[in-house]
């Protein structure tokens, strides 16, 4: 039977308000089903923002500069209206398009969280930060350049003092060991023991009774001269230093020699021996 048709019988008046019923019945229940869950989502909208104020509370309590924020007032949801049947189809219609849009932005927060804004405040250094970390480094790294640089120059001029120190040592100690008279051949015997230490000063302490009678017995006159004479910088240390030194000698002897010049060349190792540089090792190069 159509909705325009008038029914007949009492049996087809009985079908209708069974039928009514029914749809009064349905319709009652879809518009409980709309009030529960437009009541679940305000409950929830509820729940969120009384989750945000706790977190805001508990970062401001945890935060030295604390920033106000304003929170938004939550408006209290109006009592709802009686709804009729007819309207029950568009209300469910409404609510689940609000559930739907509810739900996609329910995991996008409009408000940024507090304890977000912190961090990135706390993380992100400043410019003026950045600038004096680096001035800092580039002087630390000037610092180090500098007393890099000054150390060279110190061992610099430190090895030039010991190669001085040392050259003068051996230019002396040839002449003294070479510069010889038989008239006073003792004493320049003990000058040579005098500047010689070491290997050389042992040697030559053993042989110094025959050394002194030759000279004198074959009266040995000799006067020496240094010519050249360069220190191995690759030997130099605090304490010695080996110096090649070429010799010059004019010697007059018993033998005939009359101021006959000869020309020796020595490879002298000095050595400090109590503060002074003597004579530690010599040897005679062809």
Same mark, same amino acid.
């Given at each position: 039977?159509?909705?325009?048709?008038?029914?007949?019988?009492?049996?087809?008046?009985?079908? /209708?308000? #069974?039928?009514?019923e029914?749809?009064a =019945?349905?319709?009652e229940?879809?518009?409980?089903? =709309?009030?529960?869950r437009?009541?679940?989502?305000?409950?929830?909208? @509820?729940?969120?923002?009384? @989750?945000a104020?706790?977190?805001?509370?508990?970062?401001?309590?945890?935060?030295p500069?604390?920033?106000? %924020?304003?929170?938004?007032?939550?408006?209290?949801?109006?009592?709802? %209206?009686?709804?009729?049947?007819?309207?029950?189809?568009?209300l469910?219609?409404?609510s #689940? =398009?609000?559930?739907?849009? %509810?739900?996609? &932005?329910?995991?996008?927060?409009?408000?940024?969280?507090?304890?977000?804004r912190?961090?990135?405040?706390?993380?992100?250094?400043?410019?003026?930060t950045?600038?004096?970390?680096?001035?800092?480094?580039?002087?630390?790294g000037? &610092?180090?350049?500098s007393?890099?640089?000054?150390?060279?120059h110190?061992?610099?001029?430190?090895?030039?003092? /010991?190669?001085?120190?040392?050259?003068a040592?051996?230019?002396?100690?040839?002449?003294?060991l070479?510069?010889? !008279?038989f008239n006073n051949?003792?004493?320049?015997?003990?000058?040579?023991?005098?500047n010689?230490?070491?290997?050389f000063?042992? !040697?030559?302490?053993?042989?110094?009774?025959?050394?002194?009678?030759?000279?004198?017995?074959?009266?040995?006159i000799?006067?020496?001269?240094?010519?050249?004479?360069?220190?191995?910088?690759?030997?130099?240390?605090?304490?010695?230093a080996?110096?090649?030194?070429?010799?010059?000698q004019e010697?007059?002897?018993?033998?005939?020699a009359?101021? !006959?010049?000869?020309?020796?060349?020595?490879i002298?190792?000095?050595?400090?021996d109590?503060g002074?540089?003597?004579?530690?090792?010599?040897?005679?190069?062809?």
């Amino acid at each position: 039977m159509s909705d325009g048709e008038i029914p007949a019988t009492p049996a087809d008046i009985r079908s /209708l308000a #069974d039928q009514a019923e029914a749809e009064a =019945a349905e319709a009652e229940a879809l518009a409980a089903a =709309a009030r529960a869950r437009a009541r679940a989502i305000e409950l929830r909208r @509820e729940a969120e923002q009384a @989750e945000a104020r706790q977190a805001e509370a508990a970062v401001e309590e945890a935060s030295p500069e604390p920033e106000p %924020e304003t929170e938004p007032e939550t408006a209290e949801p109006e009592p709802a %209206e009686p709804e009729t049947a007819a309207d029950t189809v568009e209300l469910v219609g409404e609510s #689940d =398009a609000e559930a739907d849009a %509810e739900t996609a &932005l329910a995991p996008v927060s409009a408000r940024p969280r507090p304890w977000d804004r912190i961090a990135g405040r706390r993380g992100r250094p400043k410019r003026s930060t950045i600038a004096t970390v680096l001035a800092a480094l580039v002087i630390l790294g000037a &610092l180090a350049g500098s007393g890099y640089m000054l150390k060279e120059h110190r061992d610099a001029v430190r090895q030039r003092q /010991l190669v001085a120190e040392f050259n003068a040592a051996a230019r002396q100690g040839v002449v003294t060991l070479t510069s010889l !008279d038989f008239n006073n051949a003792k004493r320049d015997v003990q000058r040579i023991l005098d500047n010689s230490t070491g290997t050389f000063k042992d !040697d030559f302490t053993k042989t110094v009774d025959d050394f002194t009678k030759v000279v004198e017995q074959s009266k040995v006159i000799s006067q020496a001269s240094i010519a050249e004479s360069a220190v191995d910088r690759d030997s130099v240390t605090e304490n010695s230093a080996v110096v090649l030194v070429a010799s010059t000698q004019e010697v007059t002897n018993a033998a005939g020699a009359k101021k !006959d010049p000869r020309t020796y060349r020595l490879i002298v190792t000095v050595a400090r021996d109590g503060g002074q540089l003597k004579i530690a090792k010599v040897e005679f190069v062809p």
